[in-house]
């Protein structure tokens, strides 16, 4: 066993020790908060997981984030897929990655990038990913929910012309020219 999955198994085991049972209210909202920390490092540890993953993919020596975070069939396919994709999105913006492991971030605010930047066409995805440092700071300040319409936002704001470059470019592509 590999010491990261030795420090992993080891705090598994002391994880599942931890009796609530006599929490007041106070201690519990606190127990809370603690809970959310370890969910975000716990996530930036399966993010690094999945990027190690298709790195190894990518030199061919093994099989990619999609794959190894399925594991053994514990997780849905999809659950696995949502996973590989905050990879890409930590590739794509690596301050989000450093967000997500010191805790000023959650793996569901890289969720909803991931699923606005699916819809996008590259240049689009490219300008979003050079908002990376505005995003980790609205993120931190915003649930998922606001920080999804603040997404819609700035991708709005990123084609502000309302997509007449992409008509433009469209209509310079389908033109026939003449020798």
């Given at each position: 066993m ?8 080891r ?8 009796d609530v049972?006599?929490l007041?209210e ?35 020596t093994g ?6 975070l399925?594991?053994?069939g514990d997780?849905?396919a999809?659950t ?19 967000a ?6 959650g ?30 700071e609205?993120?931190?300040r ?25 008509a ?7 033109e026939?020219?003449?020798?």
């Amino acid at each position: 066993m590999s010491n990261a999955a030795s420090t992993l198994h080891r705090v598994s085991r002391d994880l599942r020790a931890i009796d609530v049972s006599g929490l007041d209210e106070a201690d519990l909202r606190v127990a809370t908060a603690e809970v959310r920390d370890v969910e975000r490092v716990l996530a930036s540890v399966k993010l690094r997981i999945g990027q190690q993953a298709n790195q190894l993919a990518a030199a061919g020596t093994g099989a990619d984030a999609s794959a190894v975070l399925l594991g053994v069939g514990d997780v849905s396919a999809g659950t696995a897929r949502k996973e590989a994709a905050r990879a890409d999105v930590a590739n794509a913006m690596p301050s989000l990655s450093s967000a997500l492991a010191d805790g000023r971030v959650g793996a569901e605010h890289l969720d909803a990038i991931a699923r606005t930047a699916r819809s996008l066409d590259e240049p689009t995805r490219q300008a979003l990913a050079g908002l990376q440092d505005g995003l980790v700071e609205a993120a931190g300040r915003m649930p998922v929910d606001t920080f999804n319409r603040h997404l819609r936002r700035q991708v709005d704001r990123i084609r502000d012309d309302h997509g007449l470059s992409r008509a433009l470019q469209q209509r310079v592509r389908s033109e026939v020219k003449y020798w």
